[in-house]
T-cell receptor, first 110, second 114 residues
Framework: NAGVTQTPKFQVLKTGQSMTLQCAQDMNHNSMYWYRQDPGMGLRLIYY???????DKGEVPNGYNVSRLNKREFSLRLESAAPSQTSVYFC?????????FGPGTRLTVT | GENVEQHPSTLSVQEGDSAVIKCTYS??????FPWYKQELGKGPQLIID?????GEKKDQRIAVTLNKTAKHFSLHITETQPEDSAVYFC?????????????FGTGTRLTIIP
C-alpha cells in the first residue's frame, strides 16, 4: 500500500500560470480532502469530496477548482496562480476511521 | 464556525520529562478531537484521538484529556524521547466519523533536549 501519493513534490509558478496538483489513494476511501498549510496558520481545508462524484467547498476555496476523477484520484487546479497561493498543499483521505495525509506539494508563486 | 486555539507555539523539554500541549475550541457541538504529529518534510500523522463521550484516552506514553464544559483538550507525552521532536497539531470537528471537516490549531513545535 502506497497510501496517499501526491505529485509533484515541488513546483515554482509565475503569477497567472495554471497547474494541477494530483492526488491518489489506494485505500478504497470514500472521502478525500485538499488542505493548505501556511506558517503560523495550521492546515486549512480548501475543498473536499465525501464520495466519488461529489465535491464541496471548504474554508478557503477561492482561486481553486477540484475534480474527483474516480474513487482513487482527487485533483486540485489553480487556474491563474497568485503569490498568495504560495503554500504547502496536502491531500488526505479517510474511510470509516482516521484521515491519512500525503507527503505534500510545496508550491511557490513568484 | 469552529475556532481552535493551541498553546504554546513552541515547547522545549529535557529528554525524559513530560510535555503538555493545550487546545481550546469554540463550537460546543464539536465531538471529535484528534492530535497529529508532523515531522519535517512529511504530512501530518494521527497519533491519538478522542470523542466527546470520554474524558481521557491513553496509548502508551501519549494521553489526551477532554473537558467539554470548559471546551478544552490537552495532549500529554510522558518520558519524552528525541524522536518525539516534531510539530503537533490539535483539531476539532462535528461530523460523521471519518468524514469530519477538521478545524486545526496553529501547531506546537516540540523540541526534546538530549
Amino acid at each position: 500500500n502506497a497510501g496517499v501519493t501526491q505529485t509533484p513534490k515541488f513546483q515554482v509558478l509565475k503569477t497567472g500560470q495554471s497547474m494541477t496538483l494530483q492526488c491518489a489513494q489506494d485505500m478504497n476511501h470514500n472521502s478525500m480532502y485538499w488542505y493548505r498549510q501556511d506558517p503560523g496558520m495550521g492546515l486549512r481545508l480548501i475543498y473536499y469530496s465525501a464520495s466519488e462524484g461529489t465535491t464541496d467547498k471548504g474554508e478557503v476555496p477561492n482561486g481553486y477548482n477540484v475534480s474527483r476523477l474516480n474513487k482513487r484520484e482527487f485533483s486540485l487546479r489553480l487556474e491563474s496562480a497568485a503569490p498568495s497561493q504560495t503554500s504547502v498543499y496536502f491531500c488526505a483521505s479517510s474511510g470509516q476511521a482516521q484521515k491519512y495525509f500525503g507527503p505534500g506539494t510545496r508550491l511557490t508563486v513568484t | 464556525g469552529e475556532n481552535v486555539e493551541q498553546h504554546p507555539s513552541t515547547l522545549s523539554v529535557q529528554e525524559g520529562d513530560s510535555a503538555v500541549i493545550k487546545c481550546t475550541y469554540s463550537d460546543s457541538a464539536s465531538n471529535y478531537f484528534p492530535w497529529y504529529k508532523q515531522e519535517l518534510g512529511k504530512g501530518p500523522q494521527l497519533i491519538i484521538d478522542i470523542r466527546s463521550n470520554v474524558g481521557e484516552k491513553k496509548d502508551q506514553r501519549i494521553a489526551v484529556t477532554l473537558n467539554k464544559t470548559a471546551k478544552h483538550f490537552s495532549l500529554h507525552i510522558t518520558e519524552t524521547q528525541p524522536e518525539d521532536s516534531a510539530v503537533y497539531f490539535c483539531a476539532a470537528s462535528n461530523g460523521n466519523f471519518g468524514n469530519e471537516k477538521l478545524t486545526f490549531g496553529t501547531g506546537t513545535r516540540l523540541t526534546i533536549i538530549p
